[in-house]
C-alpha cells in the first residue's frame, strides 16, 4: 500500500520559513518524480513545485521561484520543500504527490498518488 505522509506544516510570522517533509513508502521511490500541490480555502489546488527523479530537474510556480526549494533524498524516501520569506497568501494545505513518470509534471491530473496533506498558515 503505498502512503505518503506530510510533515512539518505549522503557523509562522509573515517573513518566516518552513521546511516540509512527505515521506513516502509502498513504492520504488527512486523511479517517481515527486510534487507538491497547495490548496487554499475556496481556491483551487494550485501547483507548487516538482522533482524528476533523479532530483536533476525542477519545476516551480513563478510566484514561489526564488522563494521556494524543492529537493529529495532517495535514500530516505523523502522529498522536501524549504519555504522562505513566507506571505500571508501562502496559507493552504500543502499536499506531496508521487507521479510514476520520470519527469516532473504540473498537472494534477498526472500524479498517482496523494498525501493527506499538512496544514501552512502564515500571519501577517
Known amino acids: 500500500q503505498v502512503q505518503l505522509v506530510e510533515s512539518g506544516g505549522g503557523l509562522v510570522q509573515a517573513g518566516g520559513s518552513l521546511r516540509l517533509s512527505c515521506a513516502a513508502s509502498?513504492?520504488?521511490?527512486?523511479?517517481?518524480?515527486m510534487g507538491w500541490f497547495r490548496q487554499a480555502p475556496g481556491k483551487e489546488r494550485e501547483f507548487v513545485a516538482a522533482i524528476s527523479w533523479s532530483g536533476s530537474t525542477t519545476y516551480y510556480t513563478d510566484s514561489m521561484k526564488g522563494r521556494f526549494s524543492i529537493s529529495r533524498d532517495n535514500a530516505k524516501n523523502t522529498v522536501y520543500l524549504q519555504m522562505n520569506s513566507l506571505k500571508p497568501e501562502d496559507t493552504a494545505v500543502y499536499s506531496c504527490?508521487?507521479?510514476?513518470?520520470?519527469?516532473?509534471?504540473?498537472?494534477?491530473?498526472?500524479?498517482?498518488?496523494w498525501g493527506q496533506g499538512t496544514q501552512v498558515t502564515v500571519s501577517s
Open positions: 509502498g513504492l520504488t521511490f527512486s523511479t517517481y518524480a
Open positions: 504527490a508521487a507521479d510514476r513518470g520520470a519527469y516532473p509534471s504540473r498537472r494534477a491530473y498526472e500524479y498517482d498518488y
